[in-house]
């Protein structure tokens, strides 16, 4: 079935570093992928939605000069962010559509990212 | 955006049924998804049914909408240890809103033995 890949799982980085979160669709293409935040024991956030050649379209209160999304191809979207903080910590997962008719959508197995 | 509510803790003995329910309130759903989390692990997609849908099954798992009330349940029956994890209702208005989903906290459940 449709898999959608994230790399790295973890990630551990320094303060005032840029990290960045790939998202791949393993077998199908995806014009549209959905970038979600989850902190401990809450529910996922949507941030952004990454659209395949054009800007992605970034949530309420979202930066967009600390959470840069690059949807390059049909098949990869990236998750940059920008001079980490502690309070970036979070865990960090991508899904994209599979099914136009249901709305399925597959998700990436998610990224930890902690910052020190 | 639109409130997606469950409650955060159910405890069942093994073999027992469960039941997991959420309430949304965005009237424009179109899709109503439940969604499995495992410690430390991404989203697995259960089941999904569609607004215009009352009931669906899918061996152990029943999923339950009434749409009036928009209250939406998840039955597992004989629910197993391996059952343990975090559960998320989650609803989208589909295509307007590109698919996007709004989820729930996550009911996060126990099976006892």
């Not at chain 1, 669709?25 to 549209?32: E, H, K, P």
């Not at chain 2, 469960?18 to 309430?23: A, D, L, M, R």
Request: proline fraction near 3%.
């Amino acid at each position: 079935g449709a898999v959608v890949s994230q790399h790295p799982s973890r990630v551990i980085c320094k303060s005032g570093t840029s990290v960045k979160i790939e998202c791949r669709s393993l077998d199908f293409q995806a014009t549209t992928m959905f970038w979600y935040r989850q902190f401990p024991k809450q529910s996922l956030m949507l941030m952004a939605t990454s659209n395949e050649g054009s800007k992605a379209t970034y949530e309420q209160g979202v930066e967009k000069d600390k959470f840069l999304i690059n949807h390059a191809s049909l098949t990869l979207s990236t998750l940059t962010v920008t001079s980490a903080h502690p309070e970036d910590s979070s865990f960090y997962i991508c899904s994209a559509p599979v099914d136009s008719n249901t709305g399925e959508l597959f998700f990436g197995e998610g990224s930890r990212l902690t910052v020190l | 955006g639109e409130d997606v509510e469950q409650s955060l803790f159910l405890s069942v003995r093994e073999g027992d049924s469960s039941v997991i329910n959420c309430t949304y309130t965005d009237s424009s759903s179109t899709y109503l998804y439940w969604y499995k989390q495992e410690p430390g692990a991404g989203l697995q997609l259960l089941t999904y049914i569609f607004s215009n849908m009352d009931m669906k099954q899918d061996q152990r798992l029943t999923v339950l909408l009434n749409k009036k009330d928009k209250h939406l349940s998840l039955r597992i029956a004989d629910t197993q240890t391996g059952d343990s994890a975090i559960y998320f209702c989650a609803e989208t208005e589909g295509s307007n809103s590109g698919y996007a989903l709004n989820f729930g906290k996550g009911t996060s459940l126990l099976v006892t033995p």
